[in-house]
């Protein structure tokens, strides 16, 4: 099997790019793939806080600015990283525009796709006041990026991810850039009382979902929440394609 790299990018902040990079690290471990995991956010570093993930910081922005050669150094990182591995790299609101400019104007995708890596790019979008900024996040990401597959993460913490009774799968969007989006994956709507302060509180503590389930932290009911919110996402990843296909984009010449 390739090297895959996984992007999770999204310019809207709070929308759940650290939950999305966490949980997908998680799973991939708990699935004995080796992962090499990387956060690249210049203000909140959350996914390099769960020490179980073992994630490397990279300060890739400097004054508003992509550091180059910070940026060389995560690159030095996928790069070197195994050919069967999976490398995870949760970015930061705050250096999308900078980011997502730096790695087309330096044929960043095309350089790994090259080298035999897949690339996979995960953006989350949201319902409520954020659908309309998260879809606008999702057309940059399709435009600066034509050679790489996504997958959009609907997350419906914030209300159905919908406009006018009609969702994602209905957009213009969607209709238009189908063949790129190889796979439409939810965080299912939960009660912010019990099941999202439980999130909440497990993110802020610093632990993954394993780690969750034995802690003292939890009580046995907010445990028993964690494992349900766990089983769901578990049930989604075993049934997602993109972990299994070895198909490899080719890059534009």
């Not at 300060?59 to 996928?78: A, K, T, Y």
């Amino acid at each position: 099997m390739v090297k895959t790299v996984h992007l999770i990018l999204q310019g809207k902040g709070g929308v759940g790019k650290s939950l999305t990079s966490s949980m997908l690290a998680q799973y991939l471990k708990a699935s004995g793939k080796a992962v090499v995991a990387i956060d690249t956010d210049p203000t909140n570093a959350t996914f390099a806080s769960i020490r179980a993930l073992d994630a490397t910081h990279i300060q890739i922005m400097e004054e508003g600015e992509i550091n180059p050669r910070h940026f060389d150094v995560l690159m030095s990182e996928v790069f070197e990283a195994p050919d069967v591995s999976h490398v995870v790299i949760d970015t930061g609101a705050t250096c999308f525009i900078a980011l997502c400019s730096y790695l087309a104007q330096n044929h960043a995708m095309n350089m790994l796709q090259d080298d035999g890596a897949r690339v996979i790019i995960h953006t989350p979008i949201c319902g409520g006041a954020a659908f309309d900024d998260t879809l606008s996040g999702l057309v940059s990401i399709l435009e600066h990026f034509p050679t790489v597959p996504v997958v959009v993460w609907q997350n419906e913490y914030f209300g159905p991810v919908e406009r006018d009774g009609r969702g994602f799968q209905d957009s213009r969007i969607f209709e238009e850039h189908a063949e790129r989006i190889i796979a439409i994956l939810r965080h299912k709507k939960v009660h912010a009382q019990t099941y999202g302060e439980d999130v909440r509180q497990m993110m802020a503590l610093k632990l993954s979902f394993q780690e969750a389930f034995v802690s003292s932290e939890f009580n046995i009911m907010a445990r028993q929440r964690l494992k349900l919110v766990w089983r769901s996402f578990e049930e989604q990843m075993a049934a997602a394609d993109f972990l299994t296909d070895d198909t490899v984009l080719e890059a534009d010449a």
